[in-house]
C-alpha cells in the first residue's frame, strides 16, 4: 500500500512557475514509475510527465519543454516543476504510482493559471 500526499500548488500569474511536490509513505518508493496528471473541469483525465525506477522520463505533447518531472528516491517524493504556465494548465494535478498491477492516487493539488 502507498499513499500519496500532493502539495505546492495555487493561484499563479500566466508566465509564471509553479513546483508540485509528492510525498509518497508506506512501501519501497525508488521502484515504482511515478507519474503527474491533470483533469480540467469538463475534461478527461490526461498525462502530464511520467518517470520510471530507472529516471526515464517522458512528457505529454502540452507541456514538452516547460514541465519537468524529477524524483529524489532518498526523500520519497516526486516533483513537477512547472514553468512558463499558461491558463490552459490550469487543472487539479494527481499524483500517481505504479508498479505491475499496483495503482495508486493522491488525493491531487488545485493549480489555476489566470491573471
Known amino acids: 500500500q502507498v499513499q500519496l500526499v500532493e502539495s505546492g500548488g495555487g493561484l499563479v500569474q500566466p508566465g509564471g512557475s509553479l513546483r508540485l511536490s509528492c510525498a509518497a509513505s508506506?512501501?519501497?518508493?525508488?521502484?515504482?514509475?511515478m507519474g503527474w496528471y491533470r483533469q480540467a473541469p469538463g475534461k478527461q483525465r490526461e498525462l502530464v510527465a511520467r518517470?520510471?525506477?530507472?529516471?526515464?522520463?517522458s512528457y505529454g505533447d502540452s507541456v514538452k519543454g516547460r514541465f519537468t518531472i524529477s524524483r529524489d528516491n532518498a526523500k520519497n517524493t516526486v516533483y513537477l516543476q512547472m514553468n512558463s504556465l499558461k491558463p490552459e494548465d490550469t487543472a487539479v494535478y494527481y499524483c500517481?504510482?505504479?508498479?505491475?498491477?499496483?495503482?495508486?492516487w493522491g488525493q491531487g493539488t488545485q493549480v489555476t493559471v489566470s491573471s
Open positions: 508506506g512501501s519501497i518508493f525508488s521502484i515504482y514509475a
Open positions: 518517470i520510471r525506477s530507472s529516471g526515464w522520463t
Open positions: 500517481n504510482a505504479q508498479y505491475n498491477t499496483a495503482d495508486y
